[in-house]
């Protein structure tokens, strides 16, 4: 099991979204403890990131397998997402 890692900056981007979008992306980031590469989870190019869609939000994290953490960047609209 994975034990996982919000920063400062995603819990205000979590904060921000709409109740539904917000319950949503709750529940990924919970399934992550167990499974940290679900199935539509999508490795980002050039990098040893991750990226999980909810919606039109992508939740962009990095897994360390060594210390099974998992840290999540931020929660964003797909357009701002990858900027």
């Known amino acids: 099991m994975y034990s996982v890692r919000i920063l400062r900056r995603a819990i205000k981007d979590i904060a921000d979204l709409p109740k539904g979008y917000a319950r949503m992306v709750g529940e990924h980031i919970d399934s992550l403890l167990e499974n940290p590469r679900p ?18 939000y992508r939740i962009p994290y990095e897994i360390d397998d060594g210390a099974r953490i998992v840290t999540i960047y931020r929660v964003k609209h797909r357009r701002e997402a990858y900027r």
């Open 39 to 56: 199935p539509g989870a999508k490795k980002l190019w050039g990098t040893t990131d991750y990226s999980l869609g909810e919606g039109v």
